[in-house]
């Protein structure tokens, strides 16, 4: 890439999951509004949001929506899938945003960590969301809309393929978080590798990588200060899709990896699981680094510094090449 052609960035509002409160806890949350402004003097091109979880109408939405988007292009999210209906489509269809950024249900509480044999009827909730898909495949065909599939810390790329062999890449295609590969036994590049040609929109993300032996710790850090440091990003940078920098949540994630039952819900021959290994071993960290919500900070200060993070996560891949 040429130095002058700009990276072009999204800010994404995951980045800010205390300061927003998702983590629904008893803080008064940043206004949604200001905490946009203070991004102003950054050249981002766009927002990526969680439709549903931020805003309890469409209605509040769309004056959201009136209010920025002379400035900025919109990605849309979905938490719970069964929120999404056709008032949601057409209001989408007349502004124009085709690519919703989608995940598999789970039952109760989201298992994190890529430990599939912790969730619940695993094999059936990948059932529904298949069907769910289906249901809005004509919509999505004629108005070229397409439904890309997270690797929410639950699918891998072998996962998120074989729906997409089924119901077709017409309309089904992939949102890839560079970091919740690793949640889900996989290397970025493994994955990046196996489905470049379908991702159509990338979570860029950075993790310290603890590892005791018995699981691994994924650890909140800016891009830049955990693994990523030590891999190269020029392909996924380079990769046609749209990008969004989306922090680390401000709960670490645990992979039990060293538990049989983890590897039997993955379809990886003996080399892929290898390579997996050395690539934890070759990028872990000492130190088991805690976020600052975890090390109980004031609420002033942990959000105070998810605005640091990300201005330091944007500078990092600004200045990459």
């Given amino acids: ?18 300061s927003l409160n998702f983590l629904n806890i008893k803080i008064n949350k940043l206004n949604l ?81 890529g430990n599939k044999f912790l969730i619940t009827k695993y094999k059936k909730k990948i059932v529904e969301f298949k069907i769910i898909l289906q249901k809005f495949k004509k919509y999505f065909l004629d108005n070229n809309f397409f439904f890309c599939i997270e690797n929410h810390q639950d699918l ?47 979570h860029l993300k950075d993790y310290n990588i603890f590892y005791n032996g018995k699981y691994i710790k994924l650890n909140r850090v800016p891009l830049g200060n955990g693994y990523l440091k030590n891999i190269d990003l020029s392909d996924f940078i380079n990769h ?42 070759k990028h872990k960290n000492k130190k088991d680094s805690i976020s600052d919500y975890e090390k109980n900070y004031s609420s002033k200060i942990i959000k105070n510094n998810e605005f640091n993070d990300f201005v330091s996560s944007y500078n990092y891949i600004r200045d990459y090449f």
């Fill in 1 to 18: 890439m040429n130095k002058q052609q700009k990276i072009k960035i999204n800010l994404n509002l995951y980045s800010y999951g205390y």
């Fill in 33 to 113: 509004s200001n905490l946009i402004n203070k991004h102003k003097d950054l050249d981002l091109e766009g927002i990526e949001l969680p439709i549903d979880t931020l805003f309890n109408s469409i209605y509040k939405f769309k004056n959201f929506y009136s209010k920025f988007s002379n400035k900025y292009k919109f990605f849309i999210c979905f938490d719970n899938i069964y929120n999404l209906d056709y008032h949601y489509l057409d209001l989408f269809k007349k502004l124009n945003i085709k690519n919703i950024r989608v995940r598999m249900p789970q039952d109760n509480t989201t298992i994190y960590g």
């Fill in 156 to 202: 891998n790329s072998n996962d998120i393929l074989e729906i997409i062999d089924e119901l077709g890449s017409d309309f089904v295609a992939i949102n890839w978080d560079i970091g919740n590969s690793i949640a889900c036994g996989e290397t970025p590049h493994d994955f990046f590798k196996n489905s470049s040609n379908y991702i159509k929109n990338i």
């Fill in 240 to 281: 046609k899709s749209t990008k969004s920098i989306e922090l680390g949540a401000q709960i670490s994630r645990k992979c039990f990896i060293s538990n049989k039952k983890y590897w039997k819900f993955y379809n990886f021959d003996e080399t892929k699981i290898e390579n997996y290994y050395k690539f934890i071993i």
